[in-house]
């Protein structure tokens, strides 16, 4: 089992910038690939970035590629999301998600495994 706890949501003006941090416990950090979601209001829940156990590579939706950089500590179990250039349609709740290394890296939702409670992200124009 793994909990996954996420912070440093929080309220920002366009073109602000925020860190967000997840901290995992239960399964050993370093075999788990690590992504980020988003879900605004009435919106289905979406992609952001992803990176792999290892730290070694990295992925991005095309709407936060050049703006977001997702990294990780393997050895304080964080992985984390700064966001830079914030939009107004970067509000949403976004969750950490984890699933093991052997199942990839992948942009679908339902192919993690662990979720966080998610935190809030409001980009105010």
């Known amino acids: 089992q793994v909990v996954l706890v996420e912070s440093g949501g929080g309220l920002v003006q366009a073109g602000g910038s925020l860190r967000l941090s997840c901290e995992a416990s239960g399964l050993a950090f370093r075999t788990l690939n690590m992504a980020w979601f988003r879900q605004a209001p009435g919106k289905e829940r979406e992609f952001v970035a992803a990176v792999i156990y290892s730290g070694g590579s990295t992925y991005y939706s095309d709407s936060v590629k050049g703006r977001f950089t997702i990294s990780r500590d393997n050895t304080k179990n964080i992985v984390y999301l700064q966001m830079n250039s914030l939009k107004p349609e970067d509000t949403a709740v976004y969750y950490c998600?984890?699933?093991?290394?052997?199942?990839?890296?992948?942009?679908?939702?339902?192919?993690?495994?662990?979720w966080g409670q998610g935190t809030q992200v409001t980009v105010s124009s």
């Open positions: 998600a984890a699933n093991r290394w052997s199942q990839g890296v992948r942009r679908m939702s339902d192919s993690y495994d662990y």
